[in-house]
């Protein structure tokens, strides 16, 4: 099983970046999947998440109204569109699915907002 993160990078305060991670070792059509980051010094957190089918969605309150979580069980890949980037928004950001109590993760890929 693989998660292969990628689309961060540097970016000024208000610009947007767009994660991808294509999932491979799974059913990603069976899958409800999800992006956590982890900025220093601070716990990962959960950002958003979307289910299976892609009809349901969760956002943390901070980035409800600028971050959208999308999928394309064709492409086995879900996506992050991030936009009006913050400071904030700071920190290494991760797909993250479970599958049979068993929890797989990406290896992160770095976000990095400059004021």
């Known amino acids: 099983v693989q998660l292969q993160a990628s689309g961060g990078g540097l970016v000024r305060a208000g610009g947007s970046l767009r994660l991808s991670c294509v999932v491979s070792?799974?059913?990603?059509?069976?899958?409800?999947v999800a992006w956590l980051r982890q900025a220093p010094g601070k716990e990962r957190e959960l950002v958003a998440a979307?289910?299976?089918?892609?009809?349901?969605?969760y956002y943390t309150d901070s980035v409800k109204g600028r971050f959208t979580i999308s999928r394309s069980n064709a492409k086995n890949t879900m996506f992050l569109q991030m936009t009006s980037l913050t400071p904030e928004d700071t920190a290494v950001y991760y797909c993250?699915?479970?599958?049979?109590?068993?929890?797989?993760w990406g290896k992160g890929t770095q976000v990095t907002v400059s004021s």
């Open positions: 993250n699915t479970q599958n049979w109590g068993r929890t797989y």
């Open positions: 979307i289910g299976y089918s892609g009809s349901r969605s």
């Open positions: 070792g799974l059913t990603f059509g069976n899958l409800d």
